[in-house]
């Protein structure tokens, strides 16, 4: 059996304008990426989500998006699904902007280009028991005794 993956037809390489922050003059359309995710672990009863620049100012790094409680028979999103049509259960929390659910990339002007790492866990629970209030912290924290297989994807941008 392959194993699990995460696929996306635009966020691969490079961040689309797609999506990039809609504001601070990053001109983009602030809109989630679409997702497609296979083979994921037996066992899988819920997924996660995180999208997360470590490159970011400041210590931690910025979280983009951080989204839980994913019914396990779910295996895409569609573009734009962050906030307008998420599966239902779903949680998303804060981003790092302090808005719910997608938030795009924003590097400083100048900086190098950075890595957006999104992530899908494979869960072996349906619910975290986290709510929308939670920080990224907490929901990898409860997340961590949980996690059966996870994918990725990186993408770059800079400005």
Not at 47 to 62: E, Q, S, T, V
């Amino acid at each position: 059996m392959a194993g699990f993956t995460l696929t996306s037809s635009s966020f691969s390489g490079q961040v689309p304008r797609a999506q990039v922050y809609h504001d601070f003059g990053a001109g983009g359309d602030n809109q989630s990426p679409d997702l497609a995710w296979n083979n994921a672990p037996e066992g899988t009863k819920s997924f996660m989500i995180i999208c997360h620049d470590p490159d970011a100012p400041g210590p931690g790094g910025w979280w983009h998006w951080c989204a839980c409680d994913i019914p396990a028979g779910v295996s895409s999103l569609p573009a734009g699904a962050s906030t307008k049509s998420m599966p239902a259960g779903t949680i998303e929390l804060h981003n790092s902007y302090g808005a719910v659910g997608y938030g795009g990339a924003c590097p400083p002007p100048g900086d190098e280009a950075h890595p957006y790492h999104l992530t899908i866990f494979a869960l072996k629970t349906e619910k975290l028991g986290v709510d929308a209030g939670a920080s990224p912290a907490m929901m990898l924290f409860v997340a961590a005794e949980h996690i059966i297989g996870k994918a990725g994807l990186t993408a770059y941008y800079a400005r």
